[in-house]
């Protein structure tokens, strides 16, 4: 690895591609939060849950519905699924999907609201997990498989509302000049009490420090039990009733310049260690190998990649240019070649992330635990 710490390279990217910015510094620190975004994203598409995929779903608070938060992704379990492959008439919208015949004939069209979407633009940018109906407990979602000899391949998706998982993605730590960073940590107490409120499995501390889970089970009844215990139970039973209000919460965090690692965290990852059921630590190798050899040095194969992102961020005083590098739209030609980056990188990528909670966990673990949960019967 070129670059010694995250610090380092936000430092690069500020003075190669943000320097018109009157904050290079935050300005590509605000980009590397995307990019962290970006590599989740495709972590879940590689698992192949990119079927069960929301992105920024108004998550509601258990048995609050007053209170609702904004999460990066979701997943939600699947009631019906369908193939198409359309003429690559662009636009696609949710118009067009909504008039094609086997989408008529397959769901029950009638009880969705139209979604008014672009699934992909007459430029060429993708609409990751682009909704395009909502009824009241379900969701059609339009996903984007592939572009093939002038033919798109599109997967839409019925999803129930309620999702069985939610993955939020922070980047915590001190900025330059300030000694106590209150920004971060501020953000590190949001993403907790967010992780702590969105399950019907509550976590309370014994005296003695352990975990422990409660579980309301209906008429004024809790289910208590060592939370481990109780998290392993959702997980293997097949009996959902007690258990449909359950969320598998998930945190990706990543460094915010050179001031701690997965070994040594500071106050904010030990905020989010006893808050989320997962945390993640995507490493300064990590998101610093990204970078480098996509973005910043790639090889010919990937230099549509860094064409997309450097034309994201591009000095546009008339804000005409469209970002086409985050995780809700990406161009086309980067989303295939990001594809292919990934599944060829399958093993060095998994060494990118260390598991902070549960301790002594393998990430393949969390893959395992969300795809049992992806095909409980829900509903």
Request: overall charge positive.
């Amino acid at each position: 690895m070129i670059y010694k710490s995250v610090d380092a390279l936000q430092k690069v990217l500020a003075k190669e591609v943000f320097f018109y910015a009157k904050d290079a510094k935050k300005a590509s620190g605000r980009a590397l939060g995307t990019l962290v975004e970006l590599i989740t994203f495709y972590l879940i598409k590689n698992w192949g849950l990119e079927n069960n995929l929301r992105i920024e779903k108004r998550l509601i608070e258990y048995s609050n519905a007053s209170v609702a938060h904004n999460v990066e992704y979701s997943l939600h379990p699947i009631e019906k699924i369908k193939n198409i492959i359309v003429d690559n008439n662009v636009p696609i919208t949710s118009t067009k999907i909504f008039n094609c015949n086997d989408i008529q004939k397959y769901f029950e069209l009638e009880s969705f609201t139209k979604v008014n979407s672009t699934i992909l633009s007459s430029s060429g940018i993708i609409k990751n997990a682009c909704v395009i109906g909502r009824s009241e407990n379900s969701t059609l979602v339009s996903v984007v498989k592939k572009i093939k000899n002038g033919r798109i391949h599109l997967m839409i998706i019925q999803q129930y509302e309620k999702p069985f998982a939610m993955v939020e993605c922070k980047r915590v730590g001190i900025e330059d000049g300030i000694k106590k960073g209150p920004q971060t940590i501020e953000k590190a107490k949001q993403g907790a009490y967010v992780a702590r409120t969105v399950s019907s499995l509550q976590k309370i501390r014994n005296s003695d420090g352990v975990i422990y889970g409660v579980l309301p089970i209906g008429n004024n009844q809790f289910r208590f039990d060592v939370y481990e215990t109780i998290l392993h139970e959702i997980i293997q039973s097949k009996d959902l009733k007690e258990y449909k209000d359950f969320i598998l919460t998930i945190g990706v965090v990543s460094n915010h310049g050179n001031w701690f690692t997965s070994d040594n965290p500071n106050k904010e990852l030990a905020v989010l260690k006893n808050s989320y059921d997962w945390l993640i630590f995507l490493t300064d190798k990590g998101i610093s190998s990204f970078i480098e050899e996509l973005l910043l040095k790639p090889s010919n194969d990937y230099i549509p990649v860094r064409k997309a992102f450097l034309k994201s961020y591009k000095r546009d005083s008339k804000k005409t240019i469209k970002n086409q590098f985050t995780k809700s739209q990406i161009d086309k030609s980067a989303e295939e070649l990001l594809q292919n980056y990934f599944k060829k990188n399958r093993k060095r990528t998994k060494s990118w992330f260390n598991i902070i909670t549960p301790e002594n966990s393998d990430i393949n673990e969390l893959k395992t635990q969300l795809e049992k949960l992806s095909i409980k019967r829900w509903v």
